[in-house]
Every structure is written in C-alpha cells, then in structure tokens.
C-alpha cells in the first residue's frame, strides 16, 4: 500500500451517444476521466449479451460509464463533450449505426446532474446549432451491465483497424 495516498472523491456519469467504442475513446482522452468503461442501460432485460442487445428487445443503449474526478473536470465539461461528439438530433441511430442501442441519451446519478443535464440541452436548443430537433432523452441511471471484455477499450486495443 503507498504512503500518503489521497483519497479524492471520484464521480460517476453515464452517456449514450451512438456506437460506445467511439464514445469511449473520445471520453478516455479527457484530463479528469480517471476510467471508461463500455456496457449496457436503459432496458429492463437482464444480463444482457451484445447479440441480446442488438436485437432491439432489450432497451438497453450502449452506454459509457465514466469515472472522474471533479477538482480536474466538471460535469458540465463532460456534457459540452457529449454534445460534441455525436448528431444529437438523429433518433434510434448515429451514422450508418441503426438501432435502438444507439440512440442519444444522458443518463443522470443525482439530481444535480439532472439539472445540469437538462440546461445544457436547453441551451443547445436556444443555439439554433441544429435545425432538427434535439432528441437526446434524459433519465435516470439504472443498473449498469459491462459489455464484454473484447468491447472494452476497442480502439485502443485494435488501433490498425482504425
């Protein structure tokens, strides 16, 4: 065990925004984000496999769960990312990935980042950046399911094919 280790509060957020190797890698590069994991929210099917959820019964999205630290990055940071990497305003799909597992979705741990949440997509609305209308949905966290290994750190693991 090291000597003088702080122990400093880490938190959690959890999005949704299209195929989750992309989103992770774009996440995993932030100063703050301490850890990046690829899975599954927003079903009721339980223990779901990546075939299961591909079928489009399960109503689960791929999803990134984020663990970083506040005092590096907030969470305001983490949406304005968000809104940044994907096409908000595309339903059930980014890109050639069709699908209710790629759909946009912000999914909240407290009521804090519910505020916080559901300003900046106001915000991004007010903007006019998007002549179509934004269809991230915003609710909040259930139980996570890690996708399997071979999808953790997909890109970074497989970078020739990328």
Same mark, same amino acid.
């Given at each position: 065990m090291q000597k003088n280790m702080v122990n400093k509060k880490m938190e959690k957020a959890t999005f949704a925004a299209g195929c989750f190797w992309g989103v992770e890698e774009a996440f995993s590069k932030i100063k703050?984000?301490?850890?990046?994991?690829?899975?599954?929210?927003?079903?009721?099917?339980?223990?779901?496999?990546?075939?299961?959820?591909c079928s489009n019964k399960t109503g689960h999205a791929e999803v990134v769960e984020i663990k970083y630290e506040p005092e590096e990055i907030t969470y305001e940071e983490l949406l304005e990312k968000f809104w940044e990497i994907h096409d908000p305003t595309q339903k059930n799909r980014q890109g050639p990935d069709v699908g209710t597992q790629y759909r946009s979705v912000i999914f909240y741990h407290n009521n804090e980042q519910?505020? +916080?949440?559901? !300003?900046?997509? $106001?915000?991004? =609305? +007010?903007?006019? !950046?998007?002549? $179509?209308?934004? =269809?991230?949905?915003?609710?909040?966290?259930k139980k996570f399911y890690k996708a399997e290994e071979y999808h953790q750190k997909y890109i970074k693991k497989n970078k020739r094919l990328f």
């Open positions: 703050g984000v301490k850890e990046t994991t690829v899975g599954y929210m927003g079903g009721d099917y339980e223990n779901p496999s990546y075939e299961d959820v519910k505020n +916080k949440a559901e !300003k900046s997509k $106001k915000n991004l =609305e +007010k903007s006019n !950046k998007y002549n $179509k209308p934004i =269809e991230t949905e915003i609710t909040d966290a």
